[in-house]
Each structure stands twice: as structure tokens, then as C-alpha cells.
């Protein structure tokens, strides 16, 4: 049976854990904001960006980890607009993400334009090369799969890792928890809930665009106009999958990502002759909705998720 | 910072910010033309002269402003009752998908009935799309915004496969794009000779149509409780839901009709770039006429405008046309902020 072929095969889960990985970034950076209360819903465009700019900043000659620095400063100053129209005026977090997004994926385009005006192709980088982790690459199955990929691979589950430490452990972690459960209460012990939502925002957007630069710099060589496809809104399906723990939604990621990849697979087999190939093009988005839809009937959304917060006001 | 509720804002505090905002648009567009080597002055006046300089060039914004208006009062409809439809670009692909499937010669009727089928279809397929996500908002709580967004590249890939399956042209050289509408089923041009189609005319009469449900009927007092305040209007009695729904069925009807438009009265057969993101732009033309369905008309005539100029500015100035959607990206959020300057005031704690 083919489909069992494909789930036992190293090469399979290392596709499932590349494809994984930028959604991890990303759904990572939607959590942190949404865990303080703001939607961000600039996330695509931010992903655009950040795509775009690492990758441009690598072909004018930085280091590949110079080229995510990039990427993760357009993602801040990005996360910085948002969370300025958001948390102090407050605005409709819906209209400001989508024309965050309008904003940062058409700057984006000019800004390519403006720099390679005359090519029909865009130039290749020298991506990430898989890192081989001593030993560990050695176990049958998992040591392909999991311990024979690029360093930014490695590096989106650490940052997962290491938000939830924060999140959980730590008082800073449990001021953004607060921030987005119970915004007064935070005020009330003296700390400012716009100082912590902005800082959320503008972190998590950062975050947002590395898994952008993800696809340019590791999974990929160059950069194409619609290359996060929709990427960004499947990160925000995977948030809701997750019920905002940082655990749920890497295992979210990585399901979502086995999908996606054994779709690839399907296509190549008897089955892909059959069914036409939009249909496992689908999967993903289909895949996204019904996973808000068996999601939505848990209560663990946080209570004051886009609401906006004026203080004094009760 | 916080802001302060102003109890009767003055003249000045209701026109200054919403000015300042336009202007803050062109500035940002100005500085990223001298970036890409042009002179401000000049790439303005080239945009204006693309956009309204010869009959031709009026004719062309007009056309486009079409499927913006329809795009633009499906979203205001639906952002107005607080249903927030990001789904406007599947739903007008929905309209022309059926306007394409009646409209190709599966039926013959007299040019008028033809019309008015392919109308009335188009309005119901992109209404039933929308009823999917909204259903879901009422029973179970699911975010529209994720299902409408996510549901667009769904109904994309299925045109897609329509395009290379059932509905392909046999005669389109392998290409994927549909037949061409039977002539019975074209909209005619308003006056012969000139490219101006009734689809115009038929968004202007729409546009009328969403103001006078707004103010003058029952359905539209009740969509603008249920946008400013969903509990209270359960209290009064509103049903609340019900009123979701129709919004819904409203909001895609209206965004079905511009896929009914474009492929009747334009393009005549269905290709899949019919739409370069008019479901998206017409969230910027909804937001900058303040959700009023006339201001609707005007802010499309000025985003198709920019558009049309920005293309024909690229090819004489070489500055890329992506600065059109920059400068109506950046009047979105310049407006946002300006409309809430109307009536608050900042104070510094």
C-alpha cells in the first residue's frame, strides 16, 4: 500500500518537519500577540516582508543569520505600526491587520521593483544547507527526519521551547497572559497594559517574519510574489488549533505540515491520476477551517481578545 | 495617552484629520517616488493624466470603478452590521462562474430575461458562499475573518479546476479560460461607440439600492444596532442572528454581482485573473467612504482612478505601479486613525 510506504519513510516526516517549521515561527508570533490580546492580523503581509527581506539582504552580501536579523527588524517595525493604530488608539484590530497586510505586501512589491527593475527571473542565494546533528542523525528514522535539517529548523522549535518557558514561567510571561485575560488587573498592580500589548505585538510580528524569511533562506533560494500563499491566515487557524499553548500549536504545525506533505506525495500516486490536482492544493485551507471548526466549541480563547484596553474605563 | 470621548465635535475637529490623512498619503507616496528616481510633481501629474486625461482614460477609471463599487458596498453592508466579510473575492468569482455556466449557450433566452437570470444567480451563488462562514459565526462561533480569507483560496483553486475541466473552452488553444458568453447574455455598452458598460449603471442603481435599505427599512436599522452593539440589540428584541444572516446573503449578493459584471459586461468569458484582488481593494474603498453606500461611488471612482493613472505613470515615469496600492493601503490607516480623531481627543496622562 502506497500511503503506508510514504508515512514510513525518513524522507516523508523530513519534509513534514521543513514544512513545519516557518508555520511554527509564524503561528509562534501570532500566539504571542493574541496571548496579549491583540490579533494580528498583518500577519501575511508581515511574512511577505520578511521573506523579501532577508532574502535581499543576503543578496547584497550579509551572512545568512544576517539575512534573519533582517528579517526579524522589518517584522518589528511592522509589528510597531500595527501596535500603534491597535493598543493606544485602539482601532478595529481586523481593518488595522488587513491593511497592515495590503501595506507591508505592496511596499514589498514597489520595493523589489525598485531594486531589480530589469529581471525576468529573480537571483538565487545560498540557502541554509541541512545540519547533520551529531549521533542523533544517526537513529533510523527520526535521525533523518528530525536531526538532519537547516539550522533555522532547528531554531523555530528552540523559540517554540523557549516561549512557552516564558509564557509560563516567568513574571514577564505571566504580565502578557494577563494583558489578554484581564487587562485591569494588570493595570491595577501598576504595570502598563499598552507598554506590554505593543511589546507583544512588535515581538511577535518579528517572529512572523522570520517564518517568512524561512521560505527564502532555508526552504527555498530566491523569492516569488506569492510565495507565503495564504501561509500567514493558516498560522492564525493554527493558533486557534493550538487553544493558544505554544506545545499544541507546534504538534498543530507539524500535523498541519504532514498533511501538506503527504498531499504532495498522494499526487504522484495512482490516486493523483484520478483527483484533480487543485483538489490536494485545497487540502491545507480545508484543512485550516475545519480545525477552527472542532476548535470552536473549546472556551480557552483569551477573554479580552480584541478588546481594546482605555484605562479607567470599566 | 487615553483617549477622551468629545461630546459635540466641532466642524473643524470633523474635516481636519480626515483631510490630514489624505495628505499623509501623498506624502508617503512622494517619498517613495523619489526613492524610485521620480519627481513627486511629475508622477502625480502623470497618475492624474492616466486617470482622467483623454475620454479614453475617463472611460477606462470608469469601468474599473465597477466591480470596486460592488466589491466596496458588499463590504461596507457587511462591516456596517460588524460581520467582517474578507470573502468578497470567492464570492464575485462565484458570480462568474454561474453567469459563465448560464450564460454560455446551456440556455437561449431574449437578451433581457438572459440578463436578468445571470444577475439573479450570480447574486444567490455569491450569497450562498457567504452563508457558509456566516453560519458558522452564528451556531458555533467561528472567526469570519479566517474562514472568509481562507475560503477564497479554496474557491479559487476550484475555479482553476473549472477552468481546465468542465468549463474549458474547447476552443481556447489549451488555454484555461471559459467560453465566451452568447451575445444575448452581454451586457450592452451604455452608448455605442463608446467602452462604458451597463455594469456602471447597474453599480450606480445598487449603490442607491444598499442607502435606501440602510436608512429607509426595518433590516437596516437593525444591521447598524447589531454592528454597534450585538448585546444590546438582543435586548431591544433584535434578532440578532437572523440579522447576521441577512447581512450575509446582502453582502455576497453585492460581491456576486461585480463577477456578473466583469464577465458580462467586460471581459465576455472567465479566465482566472479576472479579479486582481478587487475583494481586497474593495475593503479600502468601503473604508474610506466611511461605510456610506454613496460614498462608496466616490471612493471607488477615486481608487480605480489611482489604479488606471498609477499604470499608465509606470510605463511614462518608471516608478512601479505598486505605488497605487501602497498609497491606498496607507489611506486605509491614515483614515482609520482620522475618523477616530473626529471624535476623541488625545490626553496625555
Redesign the interface.
Known amino acids: 500500500m502506497e500511503l503506508i510506504d510514504i508515512l514510513l519513510s525518513a524522507s516523508f516526516w523530513a519534509a513534514a518537519i521543513r514544512i513545519a517549521s516557518p508555520l511554527i515561527f509564524a503561528t509562534i508570533g501570532e500566539l504571542i500577540c493574541e496571548r496579549a490580546g491583540v490579533l494580528n492580523?498583518g500577519i501575511e503581509g508581515i511574512m511577505v516582508a520578511g521573506a523579501f527581506a532577508g532574502w535581499i539582504a543576503v543578496w547584497g552580501g550579509l551572512p545568512l543569520w544576517g539575512g534573519v536579523a533582517v528579517a526579524l527588524l522589518t517584522g518589528m517595525m511592522l509589528g510597531l505600526?500595527h501596535s500603534i493604530?491597535s493598543v493606544?488608539?485602539?482601532?478595529?484590530q481586523?481593518?488595522?491587520g488587513?491593511?497592515?497586510t495590503?501595506?507591508a505586501?505592496?511596499?514589498t512589491?514597489?520595493t523589489y521593483?525598485?531594486v531589480l527593475?530589469e529581471v525576468s527571473s529573480p537571483p538565487k542565494i545560498t540557502a541554509f544547507q541541512p545540519y547533520e546533528i551529531p549521533l542523533l542523525s544517526d537513529l533510523p528514522l527520526v535521525g533523518p527526519a528530525l536531526f538532519s535539517q537547516t539550522p533555522l529548523t532547528y531554531a523555530a522549535f528552540i523559540l517554540a521551547g523557549l516561549t512557552a518557558l516564558v509564557l509560563y514561567r516567568t513574571p514577564l510571561g505571566l504580565a502578557v497572559r494577563a494583558a489578554g485575560e484581564n487587562p485591569q488587573a494588570v493595570a491595577a498592580q501598576g504595570l502598563s497594559v499598552t507598554a506590554i500589548r505593543m511589546g507583544a505585538v512588535v515581538v511577535g510580528s518579528g517572529f512572523m517574519a522570520v517564518g517568512g524569511a524561512f521560505l527564502t533562506l532555508s526552504a527555498f533560494d530566491s523569492f516569488f510574489f506569492d510565495m507565503v500563499?495564504?501561509r500567514g491566515?493558516?498560522c492564525?487557524?493554527l493558533v486557534?488549533f493550538g487553544a493558544w499553548k505554544p506545545g499544541k500549536a507546534v504538534l498543530g504545525a507539524v500535523l498541519f505540515a504532514a498533511f501538506d506533505a503527504l498531499q504532495i506525495r498522494l499526487q504522484q500516486t495512482g490516486i493523483g491520476a484520478v483527483v484533480?490536482y487543485?483538489?490536494f492544493?485545497?487540502m491545507p485551507?480545508?484543512l485550516?477551517?475545519l480545525a477552527?471548526?472542532v476548535m470552536?466549541?473549546r472556551a480557552e480563547i483569551p477573554a479580552a481578545l480584541m478588546v481594546p484596553f482605555?484605562?479607567?474605563e470599566r | 495617552m487615553r483617549l477622551e470621548p468629545i461630546a459635540a465635535p466641532s466642524f473643524g475637529r470633523r474635516i481636519l484629520p480626515p483631510a490630514l490623512a489624505i495628505g499623509a498619503t501623498f506624502v508617503v507616496a512622494a517619498l517613495l517616488a523619489m526613492i524610485a528616481g521620480g519627481n513627486p510633481f511629475a508622477v502625480f501629474g502623470l497618475i492624474l493624466k492616466g486617470a482622467f486625461g483623454s475620454k479614453f482614460a475617463i472611460l477606462e477609471t470608469l469601468n474599473s470603478a465597477t466591480p470596486l463599487i460592488f466589491t466596496g458596498l458588499a463590504i461596507a453592508v457587511a462591516f456596517r452590521a460588524k460581520l467582517w466579510n474578507i470573502g468578497a473575492e470567492a464570492q464575485l468569482y462565484a458570480g462568474a462562474v454561474i453567469t459563465v455556466v448560464l450564460g454560455t449557450g446551456a440556455l437561449s433566452l431574449p437578451a433581457p430575461l438572459m440578463l436578468a437570470l445571470c444577475a439573479i444567480a450570480a447574486m444567490l451563488a455569491g450569497a450562498l458562499i457567504l452563508l457558509g462562514p456566516a453560519l458558522l459565526k452564528t451556531r458555533l462561533g467561528v472567526d469570519e475573518v479566517v474562514t472568509t480569507l481562507l475560503f477564497n483560496f479554496i474557491f479559487l483553486l476550484f475555479v482553476s479546476y473549472l477552468l481546465e475541466g468542465p468549463l474549458k473552452d474547447p476552443m481556447g488553444m489549451g488555454w484555461p479560460k471559459s467560453a465566451r458568453l452568447i451575445p444575448e447574455a452581454r451586457l450592452p455598452r451604455i452608448v455605442e461607440g463608446l467602452r462604458l458598460h451597463w455594469g456602471f449603471a447597474l453599480a450606480l442603481i445598487a449603490a442607491i439600492a444598499v442607502w435606501v435599505i440602510n436608512t429607509l427599512t426595518t433590516l437596516g436599522y437593525e444591521m447598524r444596532a447589531v454592528g454597534q452593539n450585538a448585546e444590546a440589540a438582543a435586548f431591544a428584541g433584535i434578532p440578532v442572528t437572523k440579522v447576521i444572516l441577512k447581512t450575509a446573503l446582502l453582502s455576497g449578493g453585492l460581491a456576486g454581482l461585480a463577477g456578473f459584471s466583469e464577465v458580462s459586461g467586460l471581459k465576455g468569458s472567465l479566465t482566472l485573473d479576472l479579479s486582481p484582488g478587487f475583494g481586497y481593494t474593495g475593503i479600502v474603498v468601503a473604508m474610506l467612504a466611511l461605510l456610506h453606500p454613496l460614498g462608496v461611488v466616490v471612493a471607488a471612482l477615486f481608487v480605480a482612478a489611482i489604479f488606471v493613472g498609477a499604470d499608465s505613470m509606470s510605463r511614462a515615469a518608471g516608478v512601479p505601479s505598486y505605488l497605487a496600492d501602497i498609497m491606498l493601503a496607507s489611506a486605509l490607516l491614515f483614515m482609520v486613525l482620522a475618523i477616530l480623531l473626529t471624535k476623541f481627543r488625545v490626553r496625555r496622562d
Open positions: 492580523l505600526v493604530f493606544p488608539f485602539g482601532l478595529s481586523h481593518v488595522v488587513v491593511g497592515l495590503l501595506l505586501t505592496s511596499l512589491f514597489y521593483r525598485v527593475p500563499n495564504g491566515w493558516i492564525i487557524a486557534v484533480p487543485q483538489v492544493l485545497m485551507y480545508i485550516s477551517i477552527l471548526v470552536s466549541r482605555n484605562k479607567g
